[in-house]
T-cell receptor, first 111, second 112 residues
Framework: GEDVEQSLFLSVREGDSSVINCTYTDSSSTYLYWYKQEPGAGLQLLTYIFSNMDMKQDQRLTVLLNKKDKHLSLRIADTQTGDSAIYFCAESGDYGQNFVFGPGTRLSVLP | DTEVTQTPKHLVMGMTNKKSLKCEQHMGHRAMYWYKQKAKKPPELMFVYSYEKLSINESVPSRFSPECPNSSLLNLHLHALQPEDSALYLC???????????FGPGTRLTVT
């Protein structure tokens, strides 16, 4: 079945860039997403990328997709303490039946 | 309005109780989802409704019963739950199935 993997923890200093990585196995993935979850809250959609794109930039966020290696990354520029959260990578094929989340990466931002 | 709302925020119920979780969106989305999330784990898909019809049931026990009364509302009826069903229950919606999903804040359920 489909599988999405992420490293579980990442610590960075405030002001540095954070790079959160994700690998997936389903080559038919149509969309790839990044969600942010703060403690006790629901998931906030940060950004997404279509599988026919290789890069998307949105303010401090840059998503890179290497479809050949099935590797997705999220770069957060100028990381702030408010960016501390769990970041989930997710993939879906058509019709939502294959919407699969990674285990989440807990980002800690140190002052 | 780009919000998915869920009520209640917290729910404590006994194993013999019957309760319902509610989810609402007014974005005109035609796909709605229920997820279950245990602590320190990613959300797990339970049900998908597409155009008010149940399209996916991920082998969820019958003590969870979803209902979609109209295109804006999604309910999850709970009956005879077990303590291991305690979790955060998240509702999400998307324009159509397969599009990006927008999540509600969740209902934190405790079964005693």
């Amino acid at each position: 079945g489909e599988d999405v993997e992420q490293s579980l923890f990442l610590s960075v200093r405030e002001g540095d860039s954070s790079v959160i990585n994700c690998t997936y196995t389903d080559s038919s993935s149509t969309y790839l997403y990044w969600y942010k979850q703060e403690p006790g809250a629901g998931l906030q959609l940060l950004t997404y990328i279509f599988s026919n794109m290789d890069m998307k930039q949105d303010q401090r966020l840059t998503v890179l997709l290497n479809k050949k290696d099935k590797h997705l990354s999220l770069r957060i520029a100028d990381t702030q303490t408010g960016d501390s959260a769990i970041y989930f990578c997710a993939e879906s094929g058509d019709y939502g039946q294959n919407f699969v989340f990674g285990p989440g990466t807990r980002l800690s931002v140190l002052p | 309005d780009t919000e998915v709302t869920q009520t209640p925020k917290h729910l404590v119920m006994g194993m013999t109780n019957k309760k319902s979780l509610k989810c609402e969106q007014h974005m005109g989305h035609r796909a709605m989802y229920w997820y279950k999330q245990k602590a320190k784990k990613p959300p797990e898909l339970m049900f998908v409704y597409s155009y008010e019809k149940l399209s996916i049931n991920e082998s969820v026990p019958s003590r969870f019963s979803p209902e979609c009364p109209n295109s804006s509302l999604l309910n999850l009826h709970l009956h005879a739950l077990q303590p291991e069903d305690s979790a955060l229950y998240l509702c999400a919606s998307s324009q159509v199935p397969g599009d990006e999903q927008y999540f509600g804040p969740g209902t934190r359920l405790t079964v005693t």
